[in-house]
């Protein structure tokens, strides 16, 4: 990357993906800065060499771009217009990267509040997880200005494998996002329903593992899910809560537009029920521990390391 193209980058939201995003910011040459509520993750980007700030606005002050990676649209919008919120810090005509999953209704609220401070909101969610943000492999569906895209453009190379220029109305990304999540979340309902099915008929579920992931029964999210079954590992790469939120965005679309989303809604059932059991927090395999309870099948226990 030329000296040209380095940009000031502040980086909101510390956690598993904003980690990852920053490190590849920070291996491609741009400026980091960056704040998160939880002390301990602000602390762990200043061991990858950037500023770890006391605020977002501390994080924003004179930046060009600002990514803001939180859970959903009220985070979104205590980030941006809260106290110690970034807009007012950021240099004006700069670009607001965002990247929660939310409704396309509030992205367009958030990116016309941007426009009266002279900021551009770039509707980016993005998907690919922890492992992919750490190595700029994530892909974009997004949308807005050319202006947007134009200055967002080498943070976005850095970050992603693939992004997906979708127009220039913000809420389109969102809309694509959705769609995404209607998907994952469905897909990871049916892997953890079938690996449990497997168990119940008194299958090695390693082995249903391999021959599945073989066969034409498999996905993205059955291959890249189901290992955490198999370790007993539930710490959160992504939580179940994620699903509950996502997939009642997915819910409510439906609704509004009047159009039946049965396998959707199954799927949101299973993760609320999920939730309801105490393990909203835990990863989004979890649902399998649930089905498990109910069904008096045993899944394989965490390896004590």
Known sequence: MTETTSLA??????GSMGLGMAKSLLASGHTVSGYDVTASATAALGDLGARACTSPADAAKGAQIAVVVVVNAAQTEAVLFGDNGIVPAMVPGGVVISCATMAPDAVRALAERCSQRDIHYLDAPMSGGAARAGTGELTFMASGSPHAFAVARPALDAMAGKVYELGETPGIGASFKIVNQLLAGVHIAAACEAITFASKLGLDIDKVYEVITASAGNSWMFENRVPHILEG???????????????GIVSDIGRTETFPLPIAASALQLFLATAAAGMGRDDDASPARLIAQITGINLPQAKEH
């Open 233 to 247: 590992d539930y710490a959160p790469k992504s939580a179940v809560n994620i699903f509950t939120k996502d997939l």
């Open 9 to 14: 980058v502040a980086m909101i939201g510390l």
